[in-house]
C-alpha cells in the first residue's frame, strides 16, 4: 500500500512540474481533463484523457437591402436571388427590406440619424444626387462595381446620369428603368378625328372632346395628389416641354420664370377634364383600363397591365373593360409645347450607402449577373428595361406581351436611356444643383403646388410657382451653406 501511494505522489509530481514548465498552445485542438478512477478503496489515481474542444462558429456578416420593389412578388424575387448568393457564400446573411418610395428620403434621414444606414438602396436616380451630395453614398465601392461587371457593357447615358460631376466618380450603379408616355385610346382618337396627344394644343383637344365620347367620363386623370411623387414625374416633362428649368445657365433658381408659369397652367388646366382628385398613379391606372378614361400618364410599367389587368389595392385583379384594349392603345413618349419637345423616363439604381460591409459590392454585381438579373427584370419586364447591353436579348424574351405591341414601339423602349431627359439631368448643372433637385422631388414640392393649384384653389399657377421659388431658394441656400 505506500508503495502505491508513492507511486500516485510521484505521478502527480511529474504532471505538476510538466504543466509549469510547458507553454500554452495558440489555439489548442485538445484540452486536458482530469477525471478520477478509484483504485482501491483508500487510493486514487490521477487519469489524464484528450478531449476535443469545438470552436466557436464566428458571426454572419449582414448585408441590409432596402428595395422599393415593396409588393410581395418583387420582395419574394429578391429573396430568392439572395439566397442562392447566401448559398454559395454561407458566411452571409442578406435581409431584404421593402420600403416605399415616396418616404424613402425620411427613412434615409432617420437611419442616418440613428448611425444604422443600410448596406444597400434600391433607389430612384433622383434620389442619388442629394445622398452624394449628403457624403452617404460610397462612390469608391459604386465604381469599383461598375468597373467589375465592365463599363462598356452598361449604356452610356445611365452612367452619365449617375457621375458625380464634382468627384468624376460613379456615385450609384444603374439597375434599371422605364420610359414615361401618353398611352391613349387610339381607337377612339381615330374615330374622332384627334391627332395623337403629343403636342399641348393637340392635348388640351382631346381633353375638350373625349369626355362622354365611347363610354368615356373623363379625358384623362391628372396627377394631383401632393403626397406621391407621381405629379412631379409627369410634371417634370411638362416643363421641359417649354423649356422650363430649376437652374438657368448662371445658376440663378428659376421656378417662378415666365416657362414654369406656362407650364403650371397648362398642365394644372388639364384638370377640367380629368377626374375629381386627389389622385395618383393607381387611380389613373384603374380609370383607363375600366374604360373611363382615354388619356393615361404613365410608364411602360403598365404594358402588361393593358392585356391582363392591373393588381388592385385590396387584391385581385381588374377586369379590363375594354376588348384587346392593349391593341387599341396608342404610345406618345414626346410631348411638344410652345418653346420645345420632351421625353421623361426613370433610371433605378442601388445606391452602396457609406460604412457598408465590402461584401455589399459582391452583392450588387450578384444581382446584375446573367440569370439573377434576368430573374429580377422578369418582374415586370416592360417597366424594368436593361441598363446592360449583354442583357437586352434576354430581356425580349421575358414576357409573352411583347407580341400585343408594335415592333417600333418596342424598339422606342428598349433604346429609351439614349434619350430621356430629366431635370437632373443637364449637362451645366453642378452636383449643388442636382441635389437641390432631387429635394424638391424628395420634399414633394412640386405635388403640393399642384394640389393647391388644381385642387384647393388656393393658389394661382403664378403664385404656385413663386411660392416654388421661395422654397427652392431656401434649400438651395442650406446646401450651399453645407459647403462652406
Same mark, same amino acid.
Given at each position: 500500500m505506500k508503495r502505491a501511494l508513492a507511486l500516485v505522489l510521484a505521478v502527480l509530481a511529474l504532471v505538476a512540474v510538466l504543466a509549469a514548465c510547458g507553454g500554452q498552445p495558440a489555439a489548442p485542438e485538445t484540452v486536458v481533463v482530469t477525471k478520477e478512477v478509484v483504485v482501491t478503496q483508500e487510493v486514487k489515481v490521477v487519469e489524464t484523457v484528450e478531449v476535443p474542444v469545438t470552436q466557436p462558429a464566428g458571426e454572419k456578416t449582414v448585408v441590409e437591402f432596402w428595395t422599393t420593389d415593396n409588393e410581395e412578388e418583387r420582395i419574394q424575387r429578391y429573396e430568392e436571388v439572395a439566397a442562392r448568393y447566401m448559398a454559395e457564400h454561407p458566411d452571409v446573411e442578406i435581409r431584404i427590406v421593402p420600403i416605399d418610395e415616396a418616404t424613402i428620403s425620411q427613412r434615409i434621414a432617420t437611419a442616418r440619424a440613428a448611425n444604422r444606414l443600410p448596406d444597400i438602396v434600391r433607389m430612384g436616380v433622383e434620389r442619388v444626387a442629394a445622398f452624394s451630395k449628403d457624403g452617404i453614398l460610397d462612390e469608391d465601392a459604386a465604381t469599383a462595381v461598375i468597373k467589375a461587371i465592365g463599363e462598356d457593357d452598361f449604356r452610356?447615358?445611365?452612367?452619365?446620369?449617375?457621375?458625380? /460631376? %464634382?468627384?468624376?466618380?460613379?456615385?450609384?450603379? /444603374?439597375?434599371?428603368?422605364?420610359?414615361?408616355?401618353?398611352?391613349?385610346?387610339?381607337?377612339? *382618337?381615330?374615330?374622332?378625328?384627334?391627332?395623337?396627344?403629343?403636342?399641348?394644343?393637340?392635348?388640351?383637344?382631346?381633353?375638350?372632346?373625349?369626355?362622354?365620347?365611347?363610354?368615356?367620363?373623363?379625358?384623362?386623370?391628372? /396627377?394631383?395628389?401632393?403626397?406621391?411623387?407621381?405629379?412631379?414625374?409627369? *410634371?417634370?416633362?411638362?416643363?421641359?416641354?417649354?423649356?422650363?428649368?430649376?437652374?438657368?445657365?448662371?445658376?440663378?433658381?428659376?421656378?417662378?420664370?415666365?416657362?414654369?408659369?406656362?407650364?403650371?397652367?397648362?398642365?394644372?388646366?388639364?384638370?377640367?377634364?380629368?377626374?375629381?382628385?386627389?389622385?395618383?398613379?393607381?387611380?389613373?391606372?384603374?380609370?383607363?383600363?375600366?374604360?373611363?378614361?382615354?388619356?393615361? *400618364?404613365?410608364?411602360?410599367?403598365?404594358?402588361? %397591365?393593358?392585356?391582363?389587368?392591373?393588381?388592385?389595392?385590396?387584391?385581385?385583379?381588374?377586369?379590363?373593360a375594354v376588348d384587346d384594349l392593349a391593341r387599341k392603345t396608342g404610345f406618345a413618349p414626346v410631348m411638344q409645347g410652345p418653346n420645345g419637345e420632351a421625353t421623361y423616363g426613370q433610371l433605378v439604381t442601388l445606391g452602396i450607402m457609406q460604412g457598408a460591409d465590402p461584401v455589399a459590392q459582391d452583392v450588387v454585381k450578384f444581382f446584375l449577373t446573367g440569370e439573377n438579373y434576368l430573374d429580377i427584370l422578369a418582374l415586370a419586364p416592360f417597366g424594368k428595361v436593361p441598363v446592360l447591353k449583354s442583357a437586352v436579348d434576354g430581356w425580349k424574351g421575358l414576357s409573352e406581351y411583347f407580341q400585343y405591341y408594335d415592333p417600333e414601339t418596342l424598339d422606342q423602349i428598349a433604346n429609351g436611356f439614349d434619350y430621356m431627359q430629366r431635370w437632373l439631368f443637364r449637362p451645366d448643372y453642378d452636383a449643388t444643383q442636382r441635389a437641390v433637385i432631387g429635394d424638391i422631388e424628395g420634399r414633394l414640392l412640386i405635388p403640393q403646388a399642384i394640389s393647391k393649384v388644381a385642387l384647393e384653389g388656393a393658389m394661382t399657377p403664378e403664385q404656385a410657382a413663386q411660392w416654388l421659388q421661395e422654397r427652392v431658394l431656401e434649400i438651395y441656400q442650406e446646401r450651399m451653406n453645407e459647403g462652406q
Open positions: 452610356a447615358g445611365p452612367l452619365r446620369m449617375v457621375t458625380n /460631376p %464634382d468627384t468624376g466618380k460613379y456615385a450609384a450603379v /444603374p439597375f434599371d428603368g422605364w420610359i414615361q408616355a401618353i398611352w391613349y385610346r387610339a381607337d377612339v *382618337f381615330e374615330k374622332l378625328g384627334l391627332n395623337p396627344p403629343i403636342t399641348w394644343d393637340d392635348i388640351n383637344a382631346a381633353c375638350d372632346a373625349l369626355p362622354g365620347q365611347e363610354g368615356l367620363i373623363y379625358a384623362l386623370v391628372l /396627377p394631383t395628389d401632393p403626397g406621391q411623387n407621381y405629379p412631379h414625374q409627369v *410634371f417634370e416633362q411638362v416643363a421641359m416641354s417649354n423649356d422650363a428649368w430649376p437652374f438657368d445657365a448662371e445658376g440663378n433658381v428659376t421656378m417662378n420664370s415666365e416657362n414654369m408659369v406656362e407650364a403650371l397652367r397648362f398642365y394644372t388646366g388639364l384638370q377640367r377634364c380629368a377626374a375629381p382628385g386627389p389622385q395618383y398613379w393607381r387611380g389613373a391606372r384603374e380609370m383607363y383600363e375600366l374604360g373611363q378614361s382615354g388619356m393615361l *400618364f404613365y410608364s411602360t410599367y403598365i404594358m402588361d %397591365d393593358l392585356v391582363e389587368g392591373s393588381g388592385t389595392e385590396g387584391g385581385g385583379k381588374i377586369q379590363i
